[in-house]
């Protein structure tokens, strides 16, 4: 897919893959831009796991329409139009991009935001409790700056192993 994409799912859902851009986390950079070279044997190096292309998802199930922006960047133009009730916002990496928080909300008007990706992968998450956040992702100044450009938005911090209802 080189530009949105449409899948009619069963029972009346469907997902939209909508092009995208990797977050910028490591020193202003996406890490492993390209493409996963075919034929590779495990165990690989880090760097052997690119990216490939990156898309934003909206999922349409029960008349209520998700989107998750699993990275912090996105392409402006591909969300015009992509109004949804719940948003899946991706935290690590926001502050390197120009404004993400802003231009995302403006432009899908969502009335849940979801942040999501605390962790930094360094260690298993416990059993119970919060997903616990990097010193690195400005969680709260992220949560403010989402409650000031989108003041009608619930925001929901997701516990760990507790599913969302919605």
Same mark, same amino acid.
């Given at each position: 897919?080189?530009?949105? &994409?449409?899948?009619?799912?069963?029972?009346?859902? &469907?997902?939209? *893959?909508?092009? +995208?851009? !990797?977050?910028?986390?490591?020193?202003?950079?996406?890490?492993?831009?390209?493409? /996963?070279?075919?034929?590779?044997?495990?165990?690989?190096?880090?760097?052997?796991?690119? !990216?490939?292309?990156? @898309?934003?998802?909206?999922?349409?199930?029960?008349?209520?329409?998700?989107? !998750?922006?699993?990275?912090?960047?996105?392409?402006?133009?591909?969300?015009?139009?992509?109004?949804?009730? /719940?948003? @899946? &916002? &991706? *935290?690590?990496?926001?502050?390197? /991009?120009?404004?993400?928080?802003?231009?995302?909300? +403006?432009?899908?008007?969502?009335?849940?935001?979801?942040?999501? !990706? @605390?962790?930094?992968? +360094?260690?298993?998450?416990?059993?119970?409790?919060?997903?616990?956040?990097?010193?690195? +992702?400005?969680?709260?100044?992220?949560?403010?700056?989402?409650?000031?450009?989108?003041?009608?938005?619930?925001? /929901?911090?997701?516990?760990?192993?507790?599913?969302? *209802? @919605?």
């Amino acid at each position: 897919c080189r530009e949105k &994409c449409r899948l009619e799912l069963p029972g009346g859902a &469907c997902a939209t *893959m909508i092009p +995208s851009l !990797h977050g910028l986390v490591v020193f202003g950079r996406a890490p492993y831009p390209g493409e /996963v070279e075919p034929g590779q044997k495990p165990p690989l190096r880090a760097s052997d796991y690119r !990216h490939g292309r990156v @898309f934003a998802i909206r999922l349409v199930i029960g008349g209520i329409s998700f989107l !998750h922006v699993g990275t912090a960047n996105l392409i402006d133009d591909e969300l015009e139009g992509e109004a949804c009730d /719940v948003l @899946f &916002c &991706c *935290m690590p990496g926001w502050k390197a /991009v120009p404004d993400f928080h802003k231009r995302v909300l +403006s432009r899908v008007r969502p009335k849940i935001v979801v942040p999501f !990706h @605390f962790d930094d992968f +360094s260690a298993p998450l416990p059993e119970g409790g919060r997903t616990p956040s990097t010193s690195r +992702s400005g969680e709260e100044e992220f949560l403010e700056r989402v409650a000031a450009e989108a003041p009608g938005a619930q925001i /929901v911090r997701p516990d760990l192993y507790r599913p969302l *209802m @919605f």
